[in-house]
């Protein structure tokens, strides 16, 4: 715990102007972003007296170790820089709103040649047009559902639309018209894209043009006697109008509006939005926060904005946008949203009439949200609390460990030996931490010098980064963890062994790829206060060696073995029996499990990717693209490998040179085994595999030769 007055900047050192500043934690990690028309009075208040703090802003000061700023010129541009560094840095302590779920929303894939009706989450793509978000997925399809009888648009997978473009015959929907099956030319693109616009007018809320014409259309055809289609087309009416009533009129001059409601207590609140448009609710949502200072509605009220609308541009922010309190000063934010916008945007509290009504609507919606909260997560706080005391009690540490990794080995039969790291912090995955690693070192299946490995590679790289930034103190004549053996002076570092970096490349283990001091989350720069190992006493004993070998002494070492549940410590004969019932056993299996996992997923990956392999993948120079390439334009390896120079030369996209290497690979490959029917013992035709080196099982589905079946090994 630091005293905030040892990094206290001097007087007449704070600027007296607009700016955004960062507190950061001893390793250099940003904990906190803030923004503030004068950053010295602002960050005058951080350094009073602590009793006076708020209970969490102290935290928040006795974990910092500095405090730094940047000046700016106007407090949009404060507004702006504040809301880029919460998203870039993601400080534990900045007013961040959760949300236990993302949002799907009805998007129309305008950026298709034959545009798709389809539900999405996550983040919104460019040429695509949503309308939402809805609370479930299942009001989207119904939704969709009556609406298909009015406008056929696509709703088919890439895949569907292609099998029934090769078949020449449509799906389910296309048969029953609910699809106007595009994929078999029924309809032109051009006819098809006018389909999905008028269905885009629609779900926007012009709806009055297609009931008056649909209805105008079913008055026509009963006065030629076509009744047959006049009943279609009340059949339609009827579908729209049950469409347009599940989202009724709430306000009658067809605003486009956001409401944002605030309910909250001293520790928690929760926010509801209601999305209006053309005068009907057309979306909500909502987010809950834990009040990390005494911060003010207010102020929760601009933290809401900015997230809503940080990444939003043009018609995603609505006109008018209806808040219980204004931020202060609002002129900031209101220029912000305008700039947005691309036009002016009107941000006010609504004082009466059918605006106010409905804001009153959200409020109730918000409060009983944070009273749903509070009955899920209260205890949920506690356990977790009292789940991190039973494991500081149990392995006699000086403090709860608030950051715990967890080291799993997998493998299946000693082949493609891979081990992850997973990091819970307070209780809680934090799975953008998350590593894993290939084993490297040695060959074969061995859990024990595995985990060696592991934990030197991950701290190996933790020294390197403390003694980059000067953070590991060393004396004359005294070599570092880092020196090589035999030596001393100034350090020089190990080589490590490469590190899987989270995107499954391999990392150089370099410590140049380290980011300079701006804060951001490093691989391996933030150690744990507890390692957890997947095993009993000899992988511990292989964790706790690999620490010792590098001068670590500081961090608590532990494993859980499966079978009995029992916690191992490095230095005890006998292992530490925690009760069934015990919420810090009850942690500690979860992040057992979460590691076992996390490590069985890509083992699973780098296995189907070497089952998937063949002898092109050798062939240097040869992308994904141009294999396909081949393989469709020959049929199979073994035509490929028959073909003559001039003949691969035929395939687009390979010339002279590529076409000779492609034939002097495969001529040095070996056959591919020919593939067999497990049920039938029938040997198939190479012509008809999907891959060289495949068999079928038993459903006639081919599978890698030599994959293990559903009784292989594998942990």
Not at 51 to 66: C, D
Not at 82 to 101: A, C, G, M, Q, T
Not at 608 to 623: E, I, N, T
Not at 638 to 661: C, D, H, W, Y
Request: hydrophobic share 35%.
């Amino acid at each position: 715990m630091a005293d905030p007055s040892s990094y206290r900047p001097k007087p007449g050192q704070i600027p007296d102007s607009p700016g955004v500043y960062r507190f950061r934690d001893e390793h250099r990690r940003v904990i906190y972003v803030g923004k503030a028309k004068s950053l010295r009075q602002r960050l005058a208040n951080y350094f009073q007296d602590l009793a006076g703090l708020h209970p969490r802003t102290r935290t928040m000061v006795t974990t910092a170790a500095s405090v730094e700023w940047t000046v700016v010129s106007t407090e949009v541009e404060a507004l702006q820089l504040e809301y880029s560094w919460i998203k870039e840095y993601d400080p534990r302590f900045n007013v961040k709103y959760r949300d236990d779920k993302s949002y799907p929303y009805l998007a129309v894939t305008m950026n298709e040649e034959f545009p798709r009706v389809q539900v999405m989450r996550g983040h919104k793509k460019k040429g695509v047009r949503y309308f939402g978000p809805y609370g479930h997925a299942w009001a989207i399809r119904d939704t969709v559902d009556l609406l298909l009888r009015v406008f056929p648009v696509r709703t088919c997978s890439a895949g569907v639309f292609k099998n029934a473009t090769r078949t020449g015959r449509p799906c389910l929907l296309g048969y029953i018209g609910k699809c106007s099956a595009p994929c078999v030319d029924r309809i032109s693109p051009e006819d098809h894209r006018d389909l999905a616009e008028d269905f885009c007018d629609f779900m926007a809320g012009r709806t009055g043009t297609y009931l008056r014409r649909l209805e105008k259309q079913m008055t026509e055809a009963a006065e030629e006697m076509e009744y047959e289609r006049a009943a279609r087309l009340r059949d339609d009416i009827e579908a729209l109008k049950k469409a347009m009533e599940k989202n009724a009129v709430v306000l009658a001059d067809a605003t486009d509006a956001d409401l944002i409601a605030v309910a909250e207590d001293e520790l928690e609140a929760a926010l509801q939005i209601f999305h209006v448009r053309g005068g009907r609710v057309r979306g909500q949502r909502g987010w809950v926060t834990d009040k990390v200072e005494d911060v003010t509605t207010a102020a929760l009220v601009e933290h809401a904005l900015q997230q809503l609308y940080g990444e939003e541009s043009g018609d995603a922010v609505p006109k008018e946008v209806l808040v219980p309190a204004l931020p202060e000063p609002v002129e900031p934010v209101q220029e912000w949203l305008t700039g947005r916008r691309g036009s002016n945007v009107s941000l006010r509290i609504p004082q009466r009439g059918d605006k106010k009504a409905l804001m009153e609507t959200v409020q109730r919606n918000a409060q009983q949200a944070l009273a749903l909260h509070k009955t899920k997560r209260a205890s949920d706080l506690t356990t977790r609390s009292r789940a991190l005391e039973e494991i500081a009690d149990a392995l006699d540490l000086d403090s709860a460990p608030l950051r715990i990794e967890c080291y799993d080995i997998s493998h299946l039969q000693g082949d493609d030996v891979v081990a992850s790291m997973v990091v819970f912090e307070d209780g809680l995955v934090r799975k953008s931490e998350y590593r894993r690693f290939q084993i490297k070192g040695f060959a074969g299946q061995d859990d024990v010098r595995s985990m060696h490995e592991v934990i030197t590679r991950r701290f190996r790289r933790y020294l390197a980064e403390k003694e980059r930034t000067g953070e590991w103190p060393e004396e004359d004549g005294t070599a570092s963890p880092l020196t090589a053996p035999g030596t001393a002076g100034p350090a020089t570092p190990l080589a490590a062994p490469p590190v899987a970096a989270p995107d499954g490349d391999a990392d150089d283990g370099q410590v140049n790829g380290f980011k300079d001091d701006d804060g951001r989350p490093r691989k391996f720069a933030y150690p744990p206060q507890l390692v957890v190992v997947d095993g009993g006493r000899p992988q511990v004993a292989a964790a706790k060696r690999a620490l010792d070998e590098l001068g670590i002494d500081d961090i608590a070492v532990c494993g859980l073995a499966k079978r009995l549940e029992e916690v191992w410590l490095p230095e005890d004969d006998d292992p530490v029996v925690l009760p069934r019932s015990s919420e810090g056993l009850y942690l500690l299996q979860r992040v057992r499990d979460e590691a076992h996992r996390f490590a069985i997923s890509y083992q699973r990956t780098k296995r189907a990717k070497r089952f998937r392999s063949g002898p092109l993948d050798d062939v240097p120079g040869l992308g994904e693209t141009r294999k396909q390439a081949l393989i469709k334009h020959f049929g199979s390896v073994k035509k490929l490998r028959s073909a003559t120079i001039e003949q691969i030369q035929e395939v687009p996209g390979i010339g002279r040179k590529t076409a000779e290497t492609i034939a002097a690979a495969l001529a040095q490959a070996a056959p591919a085994a020919p593939a067999v029917n497990t049920a039938t013992g029938e040997i198939m035709d190479d012509s008809e595999d999907e891959a060289p080196g495949t068999t079928a099982d038993a459903s006639g589905e081919p599978v890698a030769a030599g994959a293990p079946d559903d009784r292989g090994q594998e942990r």
